[in-house]
């Protein structure tokens, strides 16, 4: 059988060099057929000529407006349903995070094998002082599980796709954190069942020394405002987030598994 196609999807609005070392350190693992679309949030793309140049795999698009990481993946998003036919395999990744060395045979091993359309993946946590923490999920989940629980994609989550259309039915939020929250929270919705898959796929590259820090709290916030999005009430959504709370607080200060 003929293996899927994967499209990465990245918004980034960085420096050159981060953007630069990511692609280098990842763009020989893709096939001819991939393709790595970035979405340059009003940055100008001229900058990135070289690259487009010396890697095939490569689409820049630029967006001027309006910043943000969801309105530039929607941008990236769009262009994959009016150019890309046949089925593919869909993952949205940072610019700034790595893949695992052999991430990509990875990913296009467990799709063709798994009967799911989504499959989270595992993938570690990283600290500026070199701390590493391994989150990985194993089982099934449903949008209930996805609502109640301490699960959180963070861009270690694939989607296969067999009609680009499909992807209609699916936007990242505009804010600035909620974006692969609403956007798995009409996914899994959409496809009912999403897979866990314990094997590593990237390295998170956490920014603030303490990952309990006052910007990691807005977590909850942001969190609240995605179901909001998705459309639960105010009720429903705060219950939601005070489980989530209740099992961070025992996986971050307990130590106890998710």
């Not at 590493?132 to 089982?139: E, L, P």
């Not at 942001?222 to 961070?248: E, H, P, Q």
Request: net charge positive; hydrophobic share 40%.
């Amino acid at each position: 059988m003929k293996s899927y196609r994967l499209i990465l999807l990245t918004a980034f609005s960085g420096k050159k060099k981060i953007l630069s070392d990511t692609i280098k350190s990842l763009i020989n693992q893709l096939d001819k057929n991939d393709i790595w679309i970035v979405v340059l949030d009003n940055q100008p793309i001229e900058v990135y000529d070289f690259l487009q140049k010396k890697y095939k795999q490569l689409k820049f698009l630029h967006h001027n407006g309006k910043k943000g990481a969801g309105i530039c993946r929607n941008k990236g998003l769009d262009f994959i349903i009016n150019n890309i036919k046949g089925k593919f395999l869909l993952l949205p990744f940072d610019g700034d995070d790595r893949l695992t060395n052999k991430g990509v045979k990875l990913i296009k091993k467990k799709m063709q094998k798994s009967k799911y359309k989504i499959v989270s993946f595992g993938h570690n946590k990283i600290w500026p002082d070199g701390t590493k923490r391994m989150i990985s999920y194993c089982g099934l989940f449903d949008l209930q599980a996805l609502l109640k629980n301490y699960i959180t994609p963070c861009g270690s989550t694939v989607l296969k796709i067999h009609n680009a259309k499909i992807l209609k039915n699916f936007k990242f939020g505009s804010r600035f954190r909620a974006n692969d929250v609403l956007f798995f929270l009409q996914a899994v919705n959409f496809f009912n069942k999403f897979e866990c898959c314990s094997e590593i796929l990237l390295n998170y590259r956490i920014k603030n020394k303490n990952s309990l820090s006052a910007k990691k709290y807005k977590m909850i916030f942001y969190k609240f405002m995605a179901f909001k999005d998705f459309g639960l009430k105010n009720y429903t959504s705060f219950c939601y987030v005070i489980r989530y709370i209740i099992i961070g607080l025992r996986r971050h200060l307990l130590k106890h598994p998710i």
